[in-house]
């Protein structure tokens, strides 16, 4: 899969800055990403909480709360700038082409619609099918993502329904649509961990019947290793690592991701060891370092990470694999 | 999906019970909610059937029989001009609830309406409604209903005198027509504001919640996330506010009546009945007692209902 990055890009978001006006002025919470997603492929985004996996991706929606603003870069999406659209062009793409789902499935169902009026309203709205067609795919859909009965789940309002099939609820409106790019932010982090791998399974199954691109936010590293075919590691709303899934894993790079990735118990631990953590917490937004955002929590800082910022830069081959580090590109350029 | 189903019966949580009957089983426990919901629905039982449960015709007279006591014959007894007291108050009920029920629709749309826009799309129609709002709340309300009355009941009585001498249409002859437009137009212009300030705040409130995102995000139009998304989560409140504001609305409607700014005679109506009776309370009891008795009841009814749907709409609330 991962020679499908190569291909055509479905979203290339440049430079992108998010800030926040807060009550001591402007603070930077997303400080100039790229990202780019290939068509059909799956994009792991990963970062512990706070780091700005959730805005970037609302900010491409342009559903950013009062107060947080864009204010710089791009996000072209199919050759199109999301951010330079009008409202009624956002809105085709909104549920159309780019179907988003969220993070807590017991908030975002709206409580006082049945499950099949709120899978109906974006067929009904972007595809304009009628009443009783739309009613028809509502319950494709709902077998689709694996609900039992689905005729009579149409008429439940949400809170009859447990997490898991509110989750998949959630799944099935993003999917309505046919979008060429699934946007799911922590999809599986309110539910057990039987449902978060059928979930997973789920998504699997979908993405390659219907041959859309996924773009997968978590903070869980274990559960990205199955799903994604490249991960992006984002540490203080800077992209600080980029490659592709096994490379990831097998060649960690950026010390962020090495400290990650040895923060994830193993069943082969010793049952007394104690668990491996980064020590430090990440900086918050209007105080960040003058250099790398990581440098004060840094086992490998050098003088030059507290002044200046590392750019992303290949450190692979066939530069596929990148990463924004001092100390990795000066281990590199010794060997 | 290689992955056994779930069982259902596991990951079901507790049986379903929906907001609406959940609520009607706390309301029922509520002896005084249930008692004004008895006199409400029993009022608007008697304002729909009114002409077929009243022995006599609202208007005839019968001077012969003039200011007589309570009988069998005329339950509540007979006015100055020997007309059925009872037959009256029953009309009355008739007129009480049409001006209630339409006066509150009116004030509840312009209310909602305004509240929904100034809640959901922020600044500048938040600050522009809500300037509105307390220019509307900061005017007194009798005064307000006294000045429109009082400048404009001539001229439009003019304009449709002339309407009719021009086209003969017997539709404007209809004195009636003026009162509901001046009556219930001022009464709704009153009535609004509460309503706007009440949406407005559930709005805002409503609008932060994650549901109103994922709308967003599925590209609806900013028409449809408010009539079906945030206007029905924002009913609960609205409804208790409207119970309490169909008796305010009765109250008010009397209260303009006694002043002879609201529906005008003959049409009956329990503030005029009232006023009429103050002037003889002395001799003759009964004509005060029976249209303010009915009014004070369907007040109060109204009101405990209001309190029990507070009380039933939100389990937050008292236990």
Known sequence: MTARNAQERLLDVKGLTVEIDGRRGPAVIVDGIDLHVGKGETLGVVGESGCGKSLTMLSLMRLLPNKIKVTKGTAEFDGRDLHKMSTRELRKVRGGDIGFVFQDPMTSLNPVMRIGDQLCEPLIYHRKMAKADARKRAVELLRLVGIPGPEERLEAYPHELSGGMRQRVMIAIGLACDPKLLIADEPTTALDVTIQAQIVDLVKDLRNKLGMSVVWITHDLALIAGLADRVVVLYAGTVVEDAPVDDLYANPSHPYTRGLLASIPTLSDAPTARLSSIGGTPPEPGRRPAGCPFAPRCPLAMDICRREVPKLEPISSGGSHRAACFAVNKALKAA | ?319
Do not use: C
């Open chain 2, 1 to 319: 999906m290689t992955l056994v189903q779930p069982n259902p019966a596991i990951i079901e949580e507790e049986p379903p019970v929906s907001l609406w009957r959940d609520a009607w089983h706390r309301l029922r426990r509520n002896k005084l909610a249930i008692f004004g919901l008895g006199v409400v629905v029993l009022l608007a039982f008697v304002a729909i059937s009114g002409p077929y449960l009243t022995p006599y015709d609202f208007l005839s007279q019968d001077l012969a029989a003039r200011n007589q006591a309570p009988s069998l014959a005329h339950l509540f007894g007979t006015d100055d001009l020997g007309r059925d007291v009872f037959s009256r108050v029953v009309y009355g009920t008739r007129t009480a609830f049409l001006v209630a029920v339409v006066v509150t629709a009116i004030a509840l749309v312009i209310g909602t309406t305004l509240g929904a826009i100034a809640g959901f799309f922020g600044e500048p129609y938040d600050r522009i409604i809500m300037w509105l709002t307390d220019m509307a709340m900061s005017v007194p309300n009798l005064l307000l209903v006294v000045v429109i009355n009082a400048s404009l009941k001539n001229p439009i009585a003019r304009w449709m005198e002339a309407q009719y001498m021009a086209t003969l249409n017997p539709f404007y002859r209809e004195t009636i027509w003026i009162d509901f437009f001046l009556v219930f137009g001022s009464m709704a212009l009153i009535s609004w504001p509460p309503y706007a300030r009440l949406v407005r705040a559930q709005v805002l409130s409503i609008r932060t919640r994650p549901y109103i995102t994922a709308a967003m995000a599925l590209g609806l139009s900013n028409r449809i996330i408010m009539m079906r998304y945030v206007v029905p989560n924002a009913l609960g409140p609205l409804i208790v506010s409207v119970s309490a504001g169909l008796g305010t609305a009765m109250v008010l409607e009397s209260a303009f009546s006694f002043l002879g700014v609201g529906v005008n005679p003959p049409t009956p109506s329990w503030g005029n009945m009232i006023s009429d009776g103050l002037r003889v309370w002395q001799h003759y009891p009964h004509l005060l007692a029976a249209p303010a008795f009915v009014l004070g009841l369907a007040s109060v009814a109204f009101s405990f209902l209001g309190d029990g749907l507070n009380d039933a709409l939100n389990p937050r609330g008292t236990k």
